[in-house]
T-cell receptor, first 111, second 113 residues
């Protein structure tokens, strides 16, 4: 079954520093992968998705992710963190009928 | 454009009381519909999904049930709530193809007391 694992339940960065949130997938076939962001007491918002068109995917709010088949990874990055980036981030894979989500990574941005 | 409405936003219910959470989608037809539950540190757990009117698939055994009486309406119910039913419930929709994303409602915070 297709699944994703997010490494690190909590990540803390300084404002202006690089953001790196890790996601590894488990799939025997090329997967469809997604990153979502969730602000407190809100639903999930799509940041970006990988659908095999390009390995480097650019999303909203300055985020991007690179699909690396050799590493089975789809890590999320942002060159410079803003205070407004503090939120929960979820990686997800679509095995067919529904998205399977990782356990999430809480991003803390400090001044 | 498509929108998804989920209500209520918060709910406090006593143990043993019934539950009905409603979700409606506008601007699309024949969507796949989903109920997820979110618990701290456990990510999103898929509870139910539906690919059409009256078609419900349950992912985990539980005290809850779901129904889809209309194409764009999805209801989560319980006859008698348990303390363990507390959590953040999210409704979502997507089109059926594998490369499409899911769109989420704003969620319902359910506290069973």
């Amino acid at each position: 079954a297709q699944s994703v694992t997010q490494l690190g339940s909590h990540v803390s960065v300084s404002e202006g520093a690089l953001v790196l949130l890790r996601c590894n997938y488990s799939s025997s076939v090329p997967p469809y992968l997604f990153w979502y962001v969730q602000y407190p007491n809100q639903g999930l918002q799509l940041l970006l998705k990988y659908t095999s068109a390009a390995t480097l995917v650019k999303g909203i709010n300055g985020f991007e992710a690179e699909f690396k088949k050799s590493e089975t990874s789809f890590h999320l990055t942002k060159p410079s963190a803003h205070m407004s980036d503090a939120a929960e981030y979820f990686c997800a894979v679509n095995p067919g009928y529904a998205l399977n989500f990782g356990k999430g990574t809480s991003l803390l941005v400090t001044p | 454009s498509q929108t998804i409405h989920q209500w209520p936003a918060t709910l406090v219910q006593p143990v043993g009381s019934p539950l009905s959470l409603e979700c409606t989608v506008e601007g699309t037809s024949n969507p796949n519909l989903y109920w997820y539950r979110q618990a701290a540190g456990r990510g999103l757990q898929l509870l139910f999904y539906s690919v059409g009117i009256g078609q419900i698939s349950s992912e985990v055994p539980q005290n809850l049930s779901a129904s889809r009486p209309q194409d764009r309406q999805f209801i989560l119910s319980s006859k008698k709530l348990l303390l363990s039913d507390s959590g953040f419930y999210l409704c979502a929709w997507k089109q059926g193809s594998m490369n499409t994303e899911a769109f989420f409602g704003q969620g319902t915070r359910l506290t069973v007391v």
